[in-house]
């Protein structure tokens, strides 16, 4: 039995960061959207409501069915959810006199309620709501307040049950970890027994279950998510595994035959297929985003499918996808909406008539590291910056030529050699170069340009759900872009994007 938190989503941008904050726990958890819950509880430990941008008030606002779960399972609300549980039993949510975003301090706490067990006086918690619990029904008692919402937090009498205003899983609820764990461990009872060599031993063995002696056959990317989910199929099923990495034309720079090289001493059965023409005159002449990304993707899946058809009785299809993928490409009423299409996610045309597995589809990105690592794969794979599957088709803002893609590529390389030379690569989480469809006016001797403007970009993150821009150093990028400018033909402007994530995303397109 795997001691699972339920988390359900209303929406929040902090849902996915309180499934991770219980992951640290070492406890497995799963977020499902409000109107999806499953409806098997068996191994559900406890249940945890998220925020919403949603008010109670709203017509329109969500509302779950939560007949199996109250006083059955310890539930835990939190901001949206806590006003959920108040409302619905009777109590009364208005708007806030003052709205409340930011930082606050607990000044009373009810320190014999198992939640908020060694909160200290004057915890700084995170608020971000605007609307407020004024009454809540007889059978509730306060368990915490701030200096201006006096229900910060409540638990229900004879269950377990809680709600808080604030948001324990982000960075500024100081001790947001410790009312976690207290929910998570003493109240729910979980044993924290998740780890990277537990979710290996499971996992290989319930792979072996699942495919037996099948062939299976997977696209490598040469990322971390692909060659992690290779090493755990390769345990379970050995020479079964057939694994296929496809040159689009938009690979970095010498990437195909790097990348070969690198699975050369890992045992794997590997096979690489150079398409790249294919997928360049695909794509002559597009420029919107999303149909750049379908044109790869359908291109892709052609030439997998001819591949795989050379393989006799193959009979799955081995994916890389990890959980960030499912849960943004999940559109329901109420949670995140998809920001971008995933073309390793909904599914395959019906020609291909392979099964599919995803051995890494409930993992964050730093977990899919942490499995590898306790599968001693090298660090030169497990330590690589994200790549998408697009690879510098969406870095090239526009249509796509064969010169733009080698310009960029240039401008990629001396980057990502720049970041690796001044030992800088591994204090970044991802690094691209974008190419802009801008040119503007330079000088270089004596003669005027006019020319292709190129962004360099670099983040700090943990798994690419929010993210930092990088404060690389004056010296490193005045460096490089000199390097750029005097070695890349075409490019005489270099900018750097000092954007975060929110508002902006990783990639531009």
């Known amino acids: 039995m795997q001691e699972t938190i339920l988390i359900l989503d209303f929406g929040s941008q902090y849902t996915q960061l309180i ?41 329109e606002s969500p509302v779950p069915e939560l007949e199996n779960i109250r006083g059955k399972l310890p539930l835990l609300g939190v901001c949206y959810g806590a006003q959920f549980l108040a409302q619905h039993d009777g109590g009364e949510v208005l708007p806030s006199k003052i709205r409340e975003y930011g930082r606050a301090n607990l000044g ?94 499971t996992t290989v063995e319930a792979l072996k279950q699942k495919l037996g002696n099948d062939k299976v056959v997977l696209g490598l990317s040469g990322g971390v998510d692909s060659s992690v989910a290779a090493i755990l199929l390769h345990k379970a099923i050995g020479k079964n595994l057939y694994c296929i990495f496809v040159d689009n034309g938009l690979l970095r720079k010498n990437e195909f035959e790097d990348v070969l090289y690198s699975y050369k ?36 899946i052609d030439v997998f499918d001819e591949e795989a058809h050379l393989i006799q009785d193959v009979k799955w299809l081995a ?35 392979l099964k599919v597995v995803e051995p890494l589809n409930t993992l964050f990105k730093d977990e899919v590291r ?6 001693d794969m090298p660090s030169h794979i497990l330590d690589r910056h994200p790549f998408p599957g697009p690879g510098l088709g969406i870095r090239i803002l526009g249509d796509i030529t064969r010169e733009k893609v080698r310009i960029l590529q240039e401008v990629d390389h001396i980057f990502i050699q720049g970041l690796r030379d001044d ?29 292709n403007v190129v962004a360099l970009r670099a983040v700090g993150s943990t798994d690419g759900m929010t993210a930092d821009w990088s404060h690389l150093p004056y010296e490193f990028l005045a460096k490089v872009s000199n390097k750029i400018i005097n070695q890349v033909k075409g490019v005489n402007r270099v900018v750097y994007d000092i954007s975060s994530k929110p508002p902006s995303t990783i990639e531009w397109e």
């Open 19 to 59: 499934a991770r904050r219980v992951r640290e726990l070492n406890v497995y958890c799963e977020i499902h959207p409000f109107n999806k819950i499953p409806k098997d509880l068996s191994e559900v430990k406890g249940v945890i409501l998220s925020g919403s941008p949603f008010s109670v008030r709203d017509a």
């Open 423 to 451: 030992d800088l690569y591994n204090d970044v989480w991802q690094s691209l170069a974008v190419l802009l469809p801008v040119k503007s006016v330079g000088v270089m001797g004596d003669e005027r340009t006019y020319e």
């Open 265 to 300: 001493d890992l045992g794997l059965n590997v096979k690489g297929v150079n398409a790249s023409d294919l997928f360049l005159d695909a794509l002559v002449g597009e420029e919107e985003p999303e149909k750049k990304r379908k044109i790869i993707g359908n291109t892709f």
């Open 108 to 201: 009373f706490i009810n320190q014999d309620c198992k939640l908020m067990h060694g909160m200290s006086n004057n915890s700084q918690v995170w608020m971000s709501h605007g609307d407020t619990i004024l009454n809540i029904p007889e059978n509730y008692d306060i368990i915490t307040s701030t200096e201006t919402v006096e229900v910060a937090g409540f638990k229900v009498r004879d269950e377990e049950t809680f709600g808080i205003q604030f948001h324990p899983e982000v960075y500024h609820t100081t001790e947001g970890a410790v009312l976690l764990k207290n929910f998570i461990v003493d109240i729910c009872g979980c044993h924290q027994q998740w780890t990277p060599d537990s979710f290996v031993e």
């Open 370 to 375: 942490r499995i590898g690592r306790s599968m």
């Open 319 to 353: 994916q890389g996808t990890i959980y960030p993928d499912v849960i943004e490409s999940i559109s329901v009423k109420g949670p995140s909406a998809t920001i971008k299409s995933h073309h390793n996610v909904g599914g395959l045309p019906d020609f291909m008539k």
